[in-house]
């Protein structure tokens, strides 16, 4: 049973946007953080940002941080990465990541990612 997809991915160059979602199929959505990942090519996976259950706080990676916004819609059960001034360096698999904070715990679910690529 699929919980979770990302959508958005795709070929732009470098200084463009791109917006991301992580679309899923969790009732108790927003209960759970948000959290986007990537895997550059070649090299581990790394945390790129996350939000809260509620939508008040937010995190970001240093190489993101001014450039990339986490969001979350809770009635249609999605969240988003809006990607500005993108860079080459940003190409990667992007994958998105969902965790219970509230009401218990559980595993990670993950999504199979979506490749973004940043020509310069």
């Known amino acids: 049973q699929v919980q979770l997809g990302e959508f958005g991915g795709g070929s732009v160059q470098a200084g463009g946007a791109l917006q991301l979602s992580c679309v899923t199929a969790?009732?108790?959505?927003?209960?759970?953080?948000i959290t986007w990942f990537r895997q550059p090519p070649g090299k581990e996976r790394e945390f790129v940002a996350k939000i809260d259950w509620s939508g008040s706080s937010t995190f970001y990676s240093d190489f993101v941080k001014g450039r990339f916004t986490i969001s979350r819609d809770n009635a249609k059960l999605t969240a988003y990465l809006q990607m500005n001034n993108l860079k080459p360096e940003d190409t990667a698999v992007y994958y998105c990541a969902a965790d219970r904070e509230i009401g218990g715990s559980g595993p990670r679910i993950w999504g199979q990612g979506t490749q973004v690529t940043v020509s310069s």
């Open positions: 969790i009732r108790a959505f927003s209960n759970y953080a």
